[in-house]
């Protein structure tokens, strides 16, 4: 079981949404004719390369434990449902009582073929401070 720790100390003001890494498109938008001079028939595709298709799927990912004065990391653990190890991202978040986000952070972590892995996120001194609860997105996103 591998775990990665990460600092936290950058600080974000909100909350991604789950489907933030899903807007690639598959269509190759292309122009129109500029001049009716043009010879439409003579055009032929170019390839530039394959693309390649993937099967794999996001991982999950869930909350251990939140960050304390005594530990003060999160700890998440991540799950790769994949025949093949996998690399994924996972996106924590501290937030207040009044539920504002103190702080969050993108951690990827290489996971081990239908195997987990934890992650750890530390929280500065002022997340601490005011730190209420911690929040891990359910969805870890395949990256690699």
Do not use: I
């Not at 190759?28 to 794999?56: A, E």
């Not at 991982?59 to 994949?82: F, H, I, M, R």
């Amino acid at each position: 079981m591998a775990t990665v720790v990460l600092a936290l100390t950058g600080f974000s003001s909100g909350h991604k949404s789950s489907g933030r890494h899903k807007s690639h498109s598959d269509s190759d938008s292309g122009g129109g004719c500029s001049s009716s001079s043009q010879d439409h028939d003579s055009y032929t595709p170019r390839t530039t390369g394959t693309r390649r298709t993937s099967t794999l799927e996001d991982g999950t990912a869930t909350l251990v434990s939140c960050a304390t004065k005594a530990a003060p990391y999160l700890t998440a653990e991540v799950s790769n449902p994949n025949s093949r190890q996998g690399t994924f991202e996972v996106t924590v978040s501290f937030t207040d009582a009044s539920g504002r986000t103190l702080g969050s952070a993108d951690q990827r972590v290489t996971v081990a073929a239908r195997g987990t892995s934890k992650v750890q996120v530390r929280a500065s001194q002022a997340v601490l401070a005011k730190l209420d609860q911690c929040w891990v997105e359910p969805e870890a996103d395949l990256v690699d």
